[in-house]
T-cell receptor, first 116, second 116 residues
């Protein structure tokens, strides 16, 4: 079974600075997808970024980028130029390549605080 | 955009009560999921369904059942609520049971259930 681990329960960063959230996972599959989700106080889960394991190039979405290390099974999220609106719970998640009805496996979450 | 609606944002029930949590999606999605979110544990899958009247156990099905009589509606049932079922419950849906793993999951805004 796949597992996802986020070892940082809480992180904080100064506004406009850069912060990196860590995630490791375990799987025996060769192709899969990895995701970062954001959950603000509204509780609405928002997809931040996704990465297909088959692709070596790291995904980027504006100020959000990932450092995907397949051999190390590591998938960290870097947030540049942090903004107050980035404050939220962040979840790392895994899904098999042929997801279909298969589940997303989530990590424990990291609560990110932005200091003005 | 797809909307996933959970019937209650907050719910307070007494131990031993039968509790129904309702989830409705409006985009003809095949897959629907119920997750439970607890601090430090992330999101854990309770049950999912990939078709009407079909259901599959997730990681923590004990004490729960589900019903999917219509494609758009997926109900989570707590047969006899207990205090250890106090939690946030999130419903999600995705389009196709045969879709790839990068297919987007759409989440509801969650129901915070307190069992006293």
């Amino acid at each position: 079974a796949q597992t996802v681990t986020q070892s940082q329960p809480e992180m904080s960063v100064q506004e406009a600075e850069t912060v990196t959230l860590s995630c490791t996972y375990d799987t025996s599959e060769s192709d899969y997808y990895l995701f970062w989700y954001k959950q603000p106080p509204s509780r609405q889960m928002i997809l931040v970024i996704r990465q297909e394991a088959y692709k070596q190039q790291n995904a980027t979405e504006n100020r959000f980028s990932v450092n995907f290390q397949k051999a190390a099974k590591s998938f960290s999220l870097k947030i540049s130029d942090s903004q107050l609106g980035d404050a939220a719970m962040y979840f790392c998640a895994y899904r098999s390549y042929w997801g279909g009805a298969q589940k997303l496996v989530f990590g424990q979450g990291t609560r990110l605080t932005i200091n003005p | 955009d797809v909307k996933v609606t959970q019937s209650s944002r907050y719910l307070v029930k007494r131990t031993g009560e039968k509790v129904f949590l309702e989830c409705v999606q409006d985009m003809d999605h095949e897959n629907m999921f119920w997750y439970r979110q607890d601090p430090g544990l992330g999101l854990r899958l309770i049950y999912f369904s990939y078709d009407v009247k079909m259901k599959e156990k997730g990681d923590i099905p004990e004490g729960y059942s589900v019903s999917r009589e219509k494609k758009e509606r997926f109900s989570l049932i707590l047969e006899s609520a207990s205090t250890n079922q106090t939690s946030m419950y999130l419903c999600a849906s995705s389009l196709s049971r045969t879709g790839k793993g990068d297919e987007k999951l759409f989440f509801g805004s969650g129901t915070q259930l307190s069992v006293l």
